[in-house]
Every structure is written in structure tokens, then in C-alpha cells.
């Protein structure tokens, strides 16, 4: 097989953070001060001190990455994408006079197409939006690794929007204390596993280079069949794409998010004063029909934020031709848990009135925040 120029990372020989390398110079290190010990009085002691003074210089990589761990435990949340994701980074690529932002992740390539908002636009699972994705997921002629769709949705009243705002006021008005949606935005993402990217950038200039490119002409087939389906959208380029990204997980103002602080805990992770929780849909999904009562249904939610992320991967059962798909369904709620801490049973509820069955991503909030975002990641732990 051609060479494409992507590197191949292996594990490194040794123990855990150490290398083999540094174990044998720890072993002579401690050889060195056994053999000053045997040295006459006081000359042995005191070279078996200095001598041993080397070792934690030797091991000191052992406790390097614990520091590192604990560090990324709490930061700020300028880097909140970094923390979910510390090999990100976003590359501006441009094909045929289009922009696209493409975002390297350490486990794939993506790009991100925004869905143009209105009150007669198709949502995230119309019948045109999804015959769009099907095709190009299905198209034998397309190698892709993943198709998602993101949708975030703001309830009204919501922390994210100014409480005197116009369109809150009117809502009031009409509803009371009622939740609906007052803003949705709709992202879709298309995705190049690392595996499947080195099977294909080789056919376009090879290495990194290859692998964008690779990518930006799976976006330009999915921007080509919704075009034809009649679905109004745009390309997000570099900044775009990484402003989607921030708002997805953060849900607030970029100014307002810039100030705040991101942690996980065991249940939850938490930008600031909104605390996230991701869940994800279990077993089967008998028709489109109980996903899209389910969508609309997270609009209803009492949250500052929801957000529903659809994840479809093509299918190949062995030698058959027929093609078909994985769906993996994520769903996300940010809220003041202080206010209201019931948010995620809500949630639960909603989704047993759909049909439907969700497992929380306990102890892998973080993980499941990202790969909810628009970055094509699907299910997190895969």
C-alpha cells in the first residue's frame, strides 16, 4: 500500500509514563550509589547522596503527567475546547473559492455545514436534510467515516438569551411560564477517521494535505445534495467552525463564556454556572417518527441550552453490496443546577413518553460533551 505520510503513533516500551530507557539509567543510578557505599568513610556516603539525588531527576516524567491530570481537571474556559479535546486543532482549507474549517482532533478530520435558521427552515431530521445526509452516506463513490446532525435548541425564557430581550417578553405574554424554542441552530458535520483517511488522502497529494482535502470533498458532496434537496446553508470556515464548536459547549456568549471556568465531575461538566449532561439512546429506535417527537420534545425542556446530536455511520455486513447505517443518538442539557437540579430527570421522562430509553454518560461527561458537539465524533469510548 502507498506511503500517504500520516504518522502511525505506537505506544512507547516501558512502564506506564516511564521508558525503558529511564528504567536502565535508574538501575545503574542505584547500582552507582550501592558501589559508593562500599567507599571508605565519609567519601562513600557522600557520594551515594549525590549520586542518589539523580534518581528523582531520572524518574521525574512519572510524576509529570499526574501534575498534567490535575491541571486539565480546571481550566479556563478560553480553552474549553482544549480541555475536551487537546489535540484540537482547526486549519482553514479552500476549494474552489469556498473556505472550509477543518478540525483535527488526534482521531479524525472534520467539517461543518450550517443549516440557515427561520421559522420555515427544515430542521436537523426533515425529510430533506436527511435525504441529503442518506445519499451521501449511502453513495458507494463517497468514503466517509461519519455524518452528524446537530441541533441546539434555546427555550424561552433561557439563561443564554437577556432576560428583558423582545422575544422573551412575548412569549410571556402568550404563554406564561411555559418553555418553547426561541432560537435553533443546526450544524452538520462530516468526518474522516484517522483508518479511513489514510486510504483516501493518498488519491489527493497525500499526508495531512491529502486527508483535509479528503474531507472538504465530502462536505462539497453533502453542500451539493442539499442544494438540490432545496436546503438553505452555508459553509463554516475556519473561525465559523471553531465559533460553532465554542458556542455548542458552551451554550452562552463567546464573551460571556470567555470568564468562566470549565471542570468535570463524576455526573456532570460544568462551563461556568451551567452544569451539562449528556445522555445517550439505548437500544433500537423502531422508526424516524418517535427520534423527531423525540427532538422536539428536548425544545420543551426547562434548560438554559438542549442539544441533540445524530451520529450516522455507513454499514457493511460482510461481502454484501447492500448498504445501510448506524445511528447513534445523543442528547445534552445545560442548566443552572443550582435553580433547578431536576433538569436530566426531565429529560429521562420525556424520553419514556417517546418510547424511547437513554443511559447518562457518567464519569465520561466531558467526552460525551465534545462528541455531541459538531465534530462528527458520535458516541463517546469508541
Known sequence: MATTGLTAHRAQPGFGPVSTARVMAAQLVLAAAMLGLRLPAPTGYLT???VGCLLPVVLWPVSLPRRRTRAADTTDATDALAALAPRLHIAA???????YGVGFDGRGWFAGIALESGPDAPGGLSSATLGAVGAVLLDPHITVSAVQIVEHLVPSPSAELEPDA????SYRELLGDDSVVS?????????????TAVTVAGERG???????????????????????????????????LRVALTHSVSGETISAALAQRAEEHPHLWRLGALAQVSFGVTGRIRDVESLRRLWSAMGMVSASFSTVSVTLRPLRRGDTTEPGAVLHTMLRVAFDDEVDDGIPDEVTQLATACGI??????????????????????????
Not at 482549507?93 to 473556505?99: F, I, Q
Not at 494535505?209 to 434537496?229: C, M, Q
Open 206 to 240: 497525500g499526508g495531512v494535505p491529502g486527508a483535509r482535502r479528503a474531507v472538504t470533498a465530502v462536505a462539497g458532496r453533502l453542500r451539493k445534495r442539499l442544494t438540490d434537496a432545496g436546503v438553505s446553508h452555508r459553509v463554516l470556515g475556519a473561525d465559523s
Open 357 to 382: 430509553r437513554l443511559r447518562r454518560f457518567d464519569r465520561r461527561q466531558a467526552a460525551a460533551t465534545y462528541a455531541s458537539a459538531p465534530t462528527g465524533g458520535g458516541y463517546p469510548g469508541r
Open 93 to 99: 482549507v479552500t476549494e474552489r473559492d469556498t473556505e
Open 48 to 50: 551515594a547522596v549525590a
Open 183 to 195: 432560537h435553533r441552530t443546526t450544524w452538520l458535520a462530516v468526518r474522516l477517521d484517522v483508518d
Open 166 to 169: 423582545a422575544c422573551i417578553e
